[in-house]
């Protein structure tokens, strides 16, 4: 006999639930860059303070490209529903990740040409790159957290678990498990770098 949870509605891991107390972590590297070079691969290299301000930069970038694209959603005002709030309110949290790591590195680094195309206009094309860039972020977290000496580790902490949350929301919407696997995926730099190449967003 079929079990009567699974005919249940997904919607109901949708909207706000999953920011404000939600547990649902997801994430599968398959997106999209150019970013920084160097860094070690997860955590293999011994934290200090100079690979603390190698890993920083490197994750400030992957931020910036969320909140740009986040940003340009919300400005285009081309997203109705459960999209637009979606936009609004992670995109608003991105933000603040760019605000805290910035304060973590103690300077702004430069911030990449974004052009997202119609990505931000395109409701399936935004759903699919929301997706791909979530899931991609949160890899870029896991894959540099063991390489951070502790402060900064506790910040980067902080913004991973709600990366995970933008992930399984915007994996539900997307008609997708929002938490695949047990364990969310690590990625090194290079992997996150091909991802962000992958998207053609980054001038």
Not at 8 to 19: K, N
Not at 23 to 45: D, F, H, K, N, Y
Not at 94 to 109: D, P
């Amino acid at each position: 006999m079929e079990d009567a949870t699974a005919q249940e509605p997904r919607r109901r891991l949708t909207r706000g639930q999953l920011l404000a107390g939600g547990t649902v972590a997801a994430g599968a590297l398959t997106g999209g860059g150019i970013l920084l070079g160097g860094l070690p691969t997860l955590a293999i290299s011994k934290p200090s303070e100079a690979q603390d301000r190698r890993v920083l930069e490197y994750l400030l970038q992957v931020e910036y490209i969320q909140s740009g694209f986040y940003g340009e959603a919300e400005r285009q005002q081309a997203l109705k529903g459960e999209l637009a709030e979606f936009a609004e309110r992670v995109g608003r949290q991105e933000r603040a990740h760019v605000e805290a790591l910035e304060k973590a590195l103690g300077a702004k680094a430069k911030r990449p040409a974004l052009d997202f195309k119609d990505a931000t206009t395109d409701p399936d094309k935004f759903v699919s790159t929301a997706v791909e860039l979530e899931g991609m972020a949160l890899a870029a977290f896991n894959g540099q957290i063991p390489n951070l000496t502790p402060q900064p580790l506790l910040t980067a902490m902080e913004i991973a678990s709600v990366e995970a949350r933008h992930t399984g929301w915007i994996r539900d919407i997307a008609g997708r498990n929002p938490a695949p696997r047990p364990a969310d995926v690590p990625a090194t730099q290079d992997e996150t770098n091909a991802a962000i190449d992958k998207t053609g967003f980054v001038s």
